[in-house]
């Protein structure tokens, strides 16, 4: 487990609909961290393999063949991963389900970064990052901000929800088991925020969200399309209620949002997790 960062959308829609998008999203990656940043890649049977030509062709020719692809490039196969590209695609028109129900389905793709990549260059090219990757993508909701990172996450569940209680700025990605409990609805609060349908809507649209907003370090921009970005403040805070930092600006835009945050409780891994529910809850309680 380490520290980074990540960016991560969320989209209601079937995979087949969005894949010709996930595929430009993963080039977007790619020219940002070099293209031989990511190395390694599991095949079928479990197994790692390198990330070469002929096999970033499998992945390409999978994203556009397969209904519901699972997709995860590293730039290493042990459990220390600096970057990453996850993707979990969904069929919402399978004919049955062994997760949960398909309104809460969506497919989930995330992208990791290491500190070192936010101390080299800053944060601008991240959250520019985040910005070309929602102008891409069909989302119902985003997000991007400083993340705690593990390849094997069920071991580490109740220390890494624990930490994430002292620093609730911090979020704890897991798009596998996300894409079967978000749906069109938002996974918690984040640094930045992408809002887009049924929520923004429900909430009023982004004047509304706006006026709702009255921390000094918030902003709220209107991307369009009804959607919209909040950010809260100008870089992103990990917080720690130890020193007090307990983050306003978050606990603002939850209570705003409440009604339309989701729980990852369903998803296999995390059923009866009283650390999971209680961090979900951090800045509510």
Known sequence: MKEGLSICFYMHHSHRDVAPA???TLDLYLQTIGPKALTRTPTDDGYWQDLDDSAMKHIREELLERR??????RDSSGSLEAYQFHYQGV?????YDLHTPRKRHASAVSFWFPVSFLQSHGIGPFRDLALALAKLLPFNSGHAGPSFHAWAMEPLTQQMFQLGLRYPGMD??????????????????HWMNFIGQPVLGAVGGTEALRARLT???TSVESLGGDRALVTLGAEPDAGDTDEGRVLPAYRELARVLEPWLTSREAARPYRENEALLRWERRFLE
Do not use: C, R
């Open 22 to 24: 996930i595929e430009q």
């Open 68 to 73: 519901a692809p699972l997709i995860d490039l």
């Open 91 to 95: 069929a919402l028109d399978a004919p």
């Open 172 to 189: 704890i990605p897991d798009e596998h088991n996300n894409a079967y409990t978000v749906g069109d609805q938002l996974d918690g609060i």
């Open 215 to 217: 921390h000094p370090g």
